[in-house]
């Protein structure tokens, strides 16, 4: 039997009801084509950590927003494992090929927190056990930090 895993919640939402979601930072690598085919099948929409560069802002924004516009409220989980080993440590799944908390990830980040739907946000993802010099909670405090510094 195959235990619970970082992405059994999503899951086990998905195989109750509909579930209208957008994953950002996905890795190709690190997800099977069996999990892209049920994504595929089941209407979830991803954005892949390599379109996460400052030149295809524009795109990704459209893709953020074409979703927001077809959901009546917005709940943004940050899953810090998405984030490179080197700022994020302390996850179960550490990425060596995640992304960073740069110029693009924050025009994106800040896009998303802009949105009048959005009402709630959480953290997930995070290891202390882990987290070497408390890079990773830093990191997710200084992300929840910008949603109260938000206008």
């Known amino acids: 039997e195959i235990g619970a895993s970082s992405g059994t919640g ?3 939402i998905a195989e109750k009801e509909n579930l209208n979601s957008l994953h950002i930072g996905i890795q190709k690598n690190s997800n ?8 595929h099948q089941n209407n979830m ?3 892949l950590a390599d379109e996460l560069f400052f030149e295809n ?11 927001s516009d077809s959901v009546d409220v917005l709940y943004l989980t940050i899953c810090m494992d998405v984030f490179n080993v080197a700022i994020a440590p302390g996850v179960s799944a550490q990425s060596y090929n995640g992304i960073f908390a740069d110029a693009s990830f924050m025009h994106f980040y800040r896009h998303i927190l802009n949105n009048k739907k959005l009402l709630a946000l959480d953290i997930a ?15 997710a405090a200084s992300l ?3 949603w109260f510094m938000q206008d």
Do not use: M
């Not at 099977?32 to 994504?39: P, Q, S």
């Not at 290891?127 to 830093?138: A, F, G, I, K, Y």
């Open 57 to 67: 802002l524009p795109k990704v924004y459209e893709k953020i927003n074409d979703f």
């Open 45 to 47: 929409k991803y954005i």
């Open 10 to 12: 999503f899951y086990q």
């Open 32 to 39: 099977t084509l069996k999990l892209f085919d049920y994504a």
């Open 125 to 139: 993802e995070v290891n202390p056990s882990l987290d070497l010099q408390e890079r990773t909670s830093r990191l």
């Open 144 to 146: 929840i930090n910008e």
